[in-house]
């Protein structure tokens, strides 16, 4: 081999070794994006099935309005799925992980009801998490979280879903209680 050729050779391995560097980096700033999302994820999954405990306990098992005859009551199904779920602890009935790294904050969904709480309008998602950004800086979940936790309170009769063409709005339902009434907060 003569100079010329290792010297072309050399120079195209430091030239695809700088690429691959490049890509490397690339590769990590997208991982870390993804694992952004995935905590807040969790971190809101947690808040559901801490939330889910507290009324699992207050709910009767009378059949929902929604829900079809001969399937099982909420509270049922829910009980059938907490197998899978993390351990709780046996006190807050809130998971253990939660007890021990996070300190005290309000659920998502409480605080998406106090802001329901204030309009007379039906609210659509987008406009409810700016206004949760704005007054709960340190709160930032994301657009998909807001829909399920908004979802996931419809689901149990504390707010009402409003279609207007393709638009989904929300509006607090009268007879829900406030979050500080029921010291859920």
Do not use: C, W
């Not at 709160?139 to 998909?144: A, I, K, N, Y």
């Not at 063409?165 to 009434?181: D, G, I, K």
């Amino acid at each position: 081999m003569t100079s010329q050729s290792a010297a072309t050779l050399r120079s195209r391995y430091v030239v695809q070794a700088a690429s691959d560097l490049e890509e490397n980096r690339r590769r990590q700033e997208e991982l870390a994006e993804r694992l952004k999302l995935l905590q807040q994820e969790e971190a809101l999954l947690v808040d559901i099935l801490a939330l889910a405990d507290r009324f699992e306990d207050d709910a009767d098992d009378s059949p929902l309005p929604e829900q079809a005859q001969g399937e099982p009551p909420v509270a049922t199904r829910t009980r059938s799925r907490g197998k899978s779920a993390p351990a709780r602890s046996s006190r807050t009935g809130a998971p253990k992980s939660a007890a021990k790294g996070k300190s005290q904050r309000p659920l998502l969904g409480d605080l998406l009801m106090e802001l329901l709480a204030g309009h007379d309008e039906p609210q659509p998602a987008k406009e409810l998490r700016d206004e949760l950004l704005v007054k709960h800086p340190d709160r930032e979940p994301t657009p998909q979280v807001v829909r399920n936790t908004l979802e996931s309170l419809v689901a149990k009769g504390r707010i009402r879903r409003h279609k207007q063409q393709r638009a989904v709005m929300y509006t607090l339902r009268e007879n829900a209680p406030h979050a500080a009434e029921t010291g859920t907060a």
